[in-house]
């Protein structure tokens, strides 16, 4: 069958074959003939006529998406039962679509206390939670002097020192294990945040530097060029720490620079080994953002941006968040998503407060609708674990007391 895809610039003439997938049936889909052996990557090509395919082709590229999810971890989808800790949402990055963001005379604009920090967690930790997920703007002491003046108050020189000290008071305060995502880090600061944390993250958004010009989402963002994140995440592999990272679509990119972003995770992945984790989240618009008016990506686009994450990415795991997804987020799990992230009981998504969490019952249920069991995780994933494990001292000590044999958590409460 011969099919002509409008969607591309110059109409594209296509073969339709038959295709087999390890543990499928025969698909068709938009490719001259796709082959996916067991844990093989499609290429750069594939996955440029795949972000864009018809309709027609969806359930094929769906199907494809799941069955290598399947291949690599059958049967489950994991989560991790976390405490949200804004431990500041002063920043100096101006982004178009953020609301947590706040100058220090704004309404709301705060910086936790550590026994705030130590609250929250303790709470957390009897509401069987393994995480302690430290969100916070970009190095804000740099732009405004009350930040600095919070943190000579506090007794540190920096929010980098302030997030270090927290991170410790958790690990050593409670069972939760920090998983901070600062913005970009030396590789000093990687090196010491790696002593008091499992994981860390930090999310590329895109490598489309288009963005940083005038009247764009990083527009006023010094903290969004691609290459600085690119080098923060590189040097966290050269170090092996467990890294999570991620796309983030609808913010003026286009589908081909989704697959770039992807591709420049996978080459990192390839060289250093370390990225546990790629989350791809949609932006959603806010009536209080510079971009309230700009569209918001379809679920069209989320299937398509997942399934092609999985199929360049096979043996890595794939996360899409579910209250960003409602009410429909279930179908995520077709487009091949072995993780639904960070989920709280307690804190509520500061980063888009109003999209709750689904409540863990209901995506316990959800989840087995699908046909896969929910398991809660740690926020550092089992085949990272072994690294993590090998280090003397408190950090592998606290491990050691949240994990169960297979890695994941002890609790084994999956609602």
Same mark, same amino acid.
């Given at each position: 069958?011969?099919?002509?895809?409008?969607?591309?610039?110059? +109409?594209?003439?296509?073969?339709?074959? /038959?295709?087999?997938?390890?543990?499928?049936?025969?698909?068709?889909? +938009?490719? !001259?003939?796709?082959?996916?052996?067991?844990? %093989? /990557?499609?290429?750069?090509?594939?996955?440029?006529?795949?972000?864009?395919? !018809?309709?027609?082709?969806? #359930?094929?590229?769906?199907?494809?998406?799941?069955?290598?999810?399947?291949?690599?971890? =059958?049967?489950?989808?994991?989560?991790?039962?976390?405490?949200?800790?804004?431990?500041?949402?002063?920043?100096?990055?101006?982004?178009?679509?953020?609301?947590?963001?706040?100058?220090?005379?704004?309404?709301?604009?705060?910086?936790?206390? +550590? $026994?705030?920090?130590?609250?929250?967690?303790?709470?957390?930790?009897?509401?069987?939670?393994?995480?302690?997920?430290?969100?916070?703007?970009?190095?804000?002491?740099?732009?405004? +002097?009350?930040?600095?003046?919070?943190?000579?108050?506090?007794?540190?020189?920096?929010?980098?020192?302030? @997030?270090?000290?927290?991170?410790?008071?958790?690990?050593?305060?409670?069972?939760?294990? #920090?998983? =901070?995502? /600062?913005?970009? @880090?030396?590789?000093?600061?990687?090196?010491?945040?790696?002593?008091?944390? #499992?994981?860390?993250?930090?999310?590329?958004?895109?490598?489309?530097?288009?963005?940083?010009?005038?009247?764009?989402?990083?527009? &006023?963002? #010094?903290?969004?060029?691609? *290459?600085?994140?690119?080098?923060?995440?590189?040097?966290?592999?050269?170090?092996?720490?467990?890294?999570?990272?991620?796309?983030?679509?609808?913010?003026?990119?286009? =589908?081909?620079?989704?697959?770039?972003?992807?591709?420049?995770?996978?080459?990192?992945?390839?060289?250093?080994?370390?990225?546990?984790?790629?989350?791809?989240?949609?932006?959603?618009?806010?009536?209080?953002?510079?971009?309230?008016?700009?569209?918001?990506?379809?679920?069209?686009?989320?299937?398509?941006?997942?399934?092609? *994450?999985?199929?360049?990415?096979?043996?890595?795991?794939?996360?899409? /968040?579910?209250?960003? &997804?409602?009410?429909?987020?279930?179908?995520?799990?077709?487009?091949?998503?072995?993780?639904?992230?960070?989920? %709280?009981?307690?804190?509520?998504?500061?980063? &888009?407060?109003?999209?709750?969490?689904?409540?863990?019952?209901?995506?316990?249920?959800?989840?087995? %609708?699908?046909?896969?069991?929910?398991?809660?995780?740690?926020?550092?994933?089992?085949?990272?674990?072994?690294?993590?494990?090998?280090?003397?001292?408190?950090? %592998?000590?606290?491990?050691? *007391?949240?994990?169960?044999? $297979?890695?994941?958590?002890?609790?084994?409460?999956?609602?």
């Amino acid at each position: 069958m011969i099919r002509c895809i409008s969607t591309f610039p110059e +109409p594209t003439i296509v073969i339709l074959t /038959p295709i087999r997938v390890a543990g499928t049936k025969h698909l068709s889909s +938009p490719t !001259s003939e796709l082959a996916l052996e067991r844990g %093989s /990557p499609i290429s750069r090509g594939l996955a440029l006529r795949l972000i864009r395919c !018809s309709e027609d082709d969806l #359930p094929g590229l769906l199907a494809a998406a799941r069955a290598t999810k399947e291949n690599f971890k =059958p049967g489950v989808i994991t989560y991790s039962r976390k405490v949200f800790l804004p431990l500041t949402n002063l920043c100096r990055d101006y982004c178009g679509y953020c609301t947590f963001r706040r100058d220090p005379a704004d309404p709301g604009a705060h910086t936790m206390t +550590p $026994e705030e920090v130590l609250s929250v967690a303790r709470a957390g930790e009897k509401l069987g939670c393994t995480e302690a997920l430290f969100s916070l703007g970009d190095k804000p002491e740099l732009l405004f +002097p009350e930040m600095r003046d919070t943190l000579r108050h506090l007794g540190y020189k920096s929010t980098l020192h302030y @997030l270090e000290a927290m991170c410790e008071l958790v690990l050593r305060e409670t069972s939760l294990l #920090p998983h =901070p995502n /600062p913005g970009l @880090l030396s590789a000093e600061w990687i090196a010491r945040l790696a002593a008091v944390s #499992p994981s860390m993250g930090l999310m590329l958004e895109t490598v489309n530097t288009d963005l940083l010009v005038p009247g764009a989402a990083h527009d &006023n963002a #010094p903290d969004k060029i691609p *290459a600085k994140r690119l080098r923060t995440i590189q040097e966290a592999g050269k170090q092996r720490v467990p890294f999570t990272t991620g796309l983030l679509i609808g913010i003026g990119e286009t =589908p081909e620079d989704r697959v770039e972003t992807l591709l420049a995770i996978r080459g990192l992945h390839d060289h250093y080994g370390h990225i546990q984790e790629v989350i791809v989240q949609n932006f959603r618009a806010k009536p209080d953002i510079p971009m309230a008016h700009t569209p918001e990506p379809s679920q069209g686009e989320m299937l398509r941006t997942v399934a092609v *994450a999985r199929l360049l990415m096979p043996n890595v795991n794939i996360q899409a /968040p579910p209250n960003l &997804n409602a009410p429909y987020y279930e179908e995520l799990l077709d487009a091949g998503i072995n993780d639904w992230g960070g989920i %709280s009981p307690l804190t509520p998504d500061y980063i &888009n407060p109003e999209k709750p969490w689904p409540h863990l019952e209901q995506l316990r249920l959800r989840t087995e %609708s699908k046909g896969f069991q929910l398991r809660q995780r740690l926020p550092v994933y089992p085949e990272f674990l072994p690294a993590a494990l090998a280090k003397q001292g408190l950090l %592998s000590e606290k491990i050691k *007391a949240v994990r169960d044999r $297979e890695g994941l958590a002890r609790t084994g409460r999956a609602a």
